[in-house]
């Protein structure tokens, strides 16, 4: 399996951006499908978004469709969350995987987060 590290959290006003990444090492990043969930405290885990092998699919929960874009780099082994139009309900640790299909919700392991705080 690849080792992943989530980086580019931060804190942020409302209706500001954020661009996060996930490094991933070993040679068959190329050959997984990658999303993002993230946690908010005392919440459950909540789907947000992810990109198939070659980029041609992707797929975002309601709660940030036309706000965020995934996208990844296979040559650099990385996956990006590019967020725009921030809100406070976007605060949470974002956290990255590979996922076995397009249509499932959480990965199958993940990496240390990274912790993203909108302010209002």
């Known amino acids: 399996q690849v080792q992943l590290a989530e980086s580019g959290g931060g804190l942020v006003q409302a209706r500001g951006s954020l661009r996060l990444s996930c490094a991933a090492s070993?040679?068959?990043?190329?050959?997984?499908?990658m999303g993002w969930f993230r946690q908010a405290p005392g919440k459950e885990r909540e789907f947000v978004a992810v990109i198939s092998e070659s980029s041609s699919t992707t797929r975002y929960s309601d709660s940030v469709k036309g706000r965020f874009t995934i996208s990844r780099d296979n040559v650099k082994n990385t996956v990006y969350l590019q967020m725009n139009s921030l809100k406070p309900e976007d605060t949470a640790v974002y956290f990255c995987?590979?996922?076995?299909?397009?249509?499932?919700?959480?990965?199958?392991?993940w990496g240390q987060g990274t912790q993203v705080t909108v302010s209002s």
């Open positions: 070993g040679r068959t990043f190329s050959t997984y499908i």
């Open positions: 995987g590979p996922y076995r299909s397009i249509l499932d919700t959480a990965p199958t392991y």
